[in-house]
């Protein structure tokens, strides 16, 4: 993802959630003995991944049983169109070492047998809002051994199709999307919240919107959306997402901290006028900088939040497909 300045505010910003990412350190755990097939695979830092994205039709199938990691993570909120919020990141759900969720640290095991796979995927652009994602589901409904493992879709960020409404409320999901306010008189419209589908998942509110003509960035997996208020040290950005550590470079995206691949990121919230605000680490888009330019689409595979529309009736942006990640002792 790529960062773009927008003055001392933001840069302020980039020092202050350099510091608020949370992270997870990586472990010798899981059981040995494992084997099995399903996914794109790859084996590194002493494990063996399996990553499933969407779309797929592919199912974890253990021929040989033993206690594996795994993370699970919805599909990201869309942005709001016209002056639009951004979308909320999807729920990220995970048992890895050090993860802040319930699961955080656990054994999960599995025996021999086919474990169901669903990879929920961004929420689509719309005339007005944007749509949520869809959730994203491992063992589902438990068919083997375990509890089926769910990673919420994100919350669509606040929008409309014309310059004709005033508070519109983002929607809720594993994270929230933004709201937004597209008045000259005060008031608020109020970001979505948190509503997780299952046990142990993670993600935060979406942030409000109290200045006019805007919309507030969506939450992420690692903390909340920034409101779009005046003078506020975070103006519509998207909240940043969680970092994990032994992903291999080519999932997540980079974040402040250099060792980890960091998912969940929210989508940013538009600033009037014509000015785009950074998506959070993790997948969320910025917001469209122009008239009437989209906001940037969240990326897939991370269950990134889409950014929010510019001026006039230009659209938010998709937002990124979720993902699910396996792993045990190579």
Do not use: C
Request: glycine share 32%; aromatic share 8%; no cysteine.
């Amino acid at each position: 993802m790529s960062l773009r300045s927008i003055g001392n505010i933001l840069s302020n910003f980039d020092d202050y959630r350099s510091t608020t990412g949370t992270k997870a350190s990586s472990s010798s755990g899981g059981g040995g003995g494992v084997a099995a097939s399903g996914g794109t695979t790859a084996t590194a830092n002493g494990y063996k991944y399996h990553f499933f994205t969407h779309p797929t039709s592919d199912d974890f199938v253990v021929t040989s049983g033993g206690n594996i990691e795994f993370i699970v993570i919805g599909g990201g909120g869309a942005g709001g169109s016209y002056r639009g919020a951004g979308g909320g990141a999807g729920g990220v759900n995970s048992n890895w070492p050090g993860f802040p969720g319930s699961y955080g640290g656990t054994s999960y095991a599995v025996t021999s047998g086919t474990y169901p796979i669903t990879v929920g995927d961004g929420g689509a652009t719309g005339p007005a809002s944007g749509s949520s994602g869809s959730t994203s589901v491992f063992n589902g409904p438990g068919v083997n051994s375990g509890n089926p493992i769910s990673g919420s879709g994100g919350g669509g960020g606040a929008g409309d199709s014309s310059n004709s409404s005033g508070h519109t409320n983002g929607l809720n999901g594993g994270s929230g999307g933004g709201g937004r306010d597209n008045t000259s008189s005060a008031g608020t419209g109020g970001g979505g919240n948190t509503n997780p589908q299952t046990t142990g998942e993670i993600g935060n509110p979406g942030g409000d919107a109290t200045e006019a003509y805007g919309g507030a960035g969506g939450g992420g997996a690692g903390g909340a959306g920034g409101p779009k208020e005046p003078d506020s040290a975070q103006p519509a950005i998207g909240g940043i997402g969680y970092g994990f550590s032994g992903i291999p470079p080519s999932y997540g995206t980079p974040g402040p901290d250099g060792t980890l691949r960091y998912f969940g990121g929210g989508g940013a919230g538009h600033i009037y006028s014509n000015t785009s605000a950074n998506g959070g680490y993790g997948g969320g888009a910025d917001s469209s900088d122009g008239t009437p330019t989209s906001g940037g689409n969240g990326t897939d595979g991370t269950g990134g939040g889409g950014g929010g529309g510019g001026e006039a009736e230009s659209t938010g942006g998709t937002g990124g497909s979720g993902i699910i990640i396996i792993r045990y002792p190579a």
